[in-house]
T-cell receptor, first 114, second 113 residues
Framework: DGGITQSPKYLFRKEGQNVTLSCEQN?????MYWYRQDPGQGLRLIYY???????QKGDIAEGYSVSREKKESFPLTVTSAQKNPTAFYLC?????????????FGAGTRLSVL | GDSVTQMEGPVTLSEEAFLTINCTYT??????LFWYVQYPGEGLQLLLK?????DKGSNKGFEATYRKETTSFHLEKGSVQVSDSAVYFC????????????FGTGTKLQVIP
C-alpha cells in the first residue's frame, strides 16, 4: 500500500540532545513537508522540499534541520537549540505534477522532553 | 499572504444533530479548498475538496461548497454520529504560491450519544 510512514510514534528527548524524526513515502511525490502541531494552534510549517537536495524554511524553522538526499525520505532533526520541542510532528507529501493538489499525511510522531 | 479562519471549538452536539463548521479564507488568485479530519492520535486525512467557485465537495455525508463571493467553505453534515468526533481543519492550496498548504487552526467536534 502506498503511503507515508513516520517513526517512531513516540520519542523522548533529554536536555541538550538532538533527535531525528523519520519520514518515508512511497507515493513517488516530489514535495514533502514537516509540520508542528500544538494544542489549539493548528499546523505550523517547519520545512518543505520540492526536489531532492533542496529545501526551504517554513514559518518556524529555528531549532530544526532537515535533509532531502532521496526522493522518498525527508528526516527532521530537532536540535538542542529548540527550547520547546514538545509537540506532535506531522510529515506530509504531495505530487507536484499530478494535478491532484492534495497533501497526504503520516500518522505523526509525538515528541516529549524528559 | 494567504490565511484561513475557522470557527473556534470545541463544538458539542448530540447524535443526529445538524453540523456546521464555518471557514473563511483570504487568498489571491484561485485556490483549491480542502477539509481535513484528524482522529485522536492520528495524522490528517482528506475529507473533501473543491477546486473552483461553486464546486461542492462531498464525502461520508459531509458537504462544503466553494463560495468565492463570500470567500467561504463551510462544512456541513445533516446528521452527525459519535464516530464523527474529531478535529476538522479547513485548508487552501494556492497554485500561485510555493506549493505550501495554509491550514486553519482546527475545530474540535464532540458528538455525544
Amino acid at each position: 500500500d502506498g503511503g507515508i510512514t513516520q517513526s517512531p510514534k513516540y520519542l523522548f528527548r533529554k536536555e541538550g540532545q538532538n533527535v531525528t524524526l523519520s519520514c518515508e513515502q512511497n507515493l513517488n511525490h516530489d514535495a514533502m513537508y514537516w509540520y508542528r502541531q500544538d494544542p489549539g494552534q493548528g499546523l505550523r510549517l517547519i520545512y518543505y522540499s520540492q526536489i531532492v537536495n533542496d529545501f526551504q524554511k517554513g514559518d518556524i524553522a529555528e531549532g530544526y534541520s532537515v535533509s532531502r538526499e532521496k526522493k522518498e525520505s525527508f528526516p527532521l532533526t530537532v536540535t538542542s537549540a529548540q527550547k520547546n520541542p514538545t509537540a506532535f510532528y506531522l510529515c506530509a507529501s504531495k505530487g507536484l505534477w499530478t494535478g491532484e493538489d492534495i497533501q497526504y499525511f503520516g500518522a505523526g510522531t509525538r515528541l516529549s522532553v524528559l | 499572504g494567504d490565511s484561513v479562519t475557522q470557527m473556534e471549538g470545541p463544538v458539542t452536539l448530540s447524535e443526529e444533530a445538524f453540523l456546521t463548521i464555518n471557514c473563511t479564507y483570504t487568498a489571491t488568485g484561485y485556490p483549491s479548498l480542502f477539509w481535513y479530519v484528524q482522529y485522536p492520535g492520528e495524522g490528517l486525512q482528506l475529507l473533501l475538496k473543491a477546486t473552483k467557485a461553486d464546486d461542492k465537495g462531498s464525502n461520508k455525508g459531509f458537504e462544503a461548497t466553494y463560495r468565492k463571493e463570500t470567500t467561504s467553505f463551510h462544512l456541513e453534515k445533516g446528521s452527525v454520529q459519535v464516530s464523527d468526533s474529531a478535529v476538522y481543519f479547513c485548508a487552501l492550496n494556492n497554485p500561485g504560491g510555493y506549493q505550501k498548504v495554509t491550514f486553519g487552526t482546527g475545530t474540535k467536534l464532540q458528538v455525544i450519544p
